[in-house]
């Protein structure tokens, strides 16, 4: 165990301090391409901007055959797109690696950091099992960052797709002050948990509560009656905004892979929004728009958080007592919950203009 005084000290000789606080940068949508894939990477300039997160995947769905390539030509966007990656772009740079027990991990980290560590905010560490795997990474980031002579700590985001990763969540979350977020896996640990969905993420129809037969005769009991469908993520990724609140990090849904039903990717991101993640993977450029879109507060919530806010500094600022506002209770919880959106709408509008429009419209109107 480390003391408590050693957490924030580096773990090599010359490497940057660890993070004290994690910032809260706009990553709605963390959009995943193939760097091996010469018609996606060529997309990437263009994506600067207008995307939160641009995140060159080295993992699954890469072939075999183009691990190398992958790596290099993240190498070539990170070091050659103007824009991209670093504590003041708009879009930030993410890679998520090999699983650490392949044969490429550590090729991936010890190729990427001396090349683009002073772009790369972000490395996703896939199938993360424990606080050991975050230790493996924490130093050697660390010894590879002194070398490269880099003067910001690189942070750290961990992927939750088995169970023992999902039974191990705080640890994984307070193993490193580097730890930026966790996402959900949903392929990898539905098929480790032994689920039987073959699909990447969202509902399944066969998950469901029926609505009670109207009496308990057969005919009652065949007859049509309302089924409502539930979340099969529910359990996880509310697990997950507890641990990552509790240690101040950042949790996200992950993939949503039915491309097409841009419905259904709406719903499922949604249920992440309300529960508490700060954003989503994109896996197609469609996917882009949803999540910046469920990722952003609405215009109306952000209006009425204003109007609570008002009305609870009109009653002398500092929080207590109750007002009523179109016939509910609002009081210093709920005065809390409208900050959230408050903060949140404020922090996207500062580098999202088109935002930032519609909320000053709202607060006008
Ligand atoms: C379970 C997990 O691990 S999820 C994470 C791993 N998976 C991924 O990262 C998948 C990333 N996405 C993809 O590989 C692709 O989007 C696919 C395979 C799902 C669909 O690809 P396509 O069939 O080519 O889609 P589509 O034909 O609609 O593409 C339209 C254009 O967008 C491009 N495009 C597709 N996906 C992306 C992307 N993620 N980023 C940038 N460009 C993209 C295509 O190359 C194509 O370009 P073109 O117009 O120049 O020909
Ligand atoms: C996201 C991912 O890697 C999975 O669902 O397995
Ligand atoms: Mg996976």
Known sequence: MRSAKDFFRPLAVGAPTPPTEIPARPSRAIHFFDPSNPKMAAKVPDMVGSVDVLLGNLEDAVKADNKVAAREGLVEIGQNT?????????TQLWTRINALDSPWALDDLTTLIPAIGHTLDVVMVPKVQGAEDIHYVDRLLAQLEAKAGLDRPILVHAILETARGVANIEEICGASPRMQG??????????DRRMKTTRVGGGHPGYLVRQDPASSSEADINASRSVFQQDLWHYTIARMVDACAMHGIYPYYGPFGDIADVVACEDQFRNAFLLGCVGTWSLHPKQIAIAKKVFSPSVEDVAHARRVVAAMSALGGDGTGAVMLDGKMEDDASLKQCLVMVELAERLAATDPELAELYAAAEEG
């Open 82 to 90: 103007e824009g991209l990656g670093g504590p003041e772009a708009q």
């Open 182 to 191: 966790l996402s959900l896996g949903p392929a990898d640990l539905a098929a």
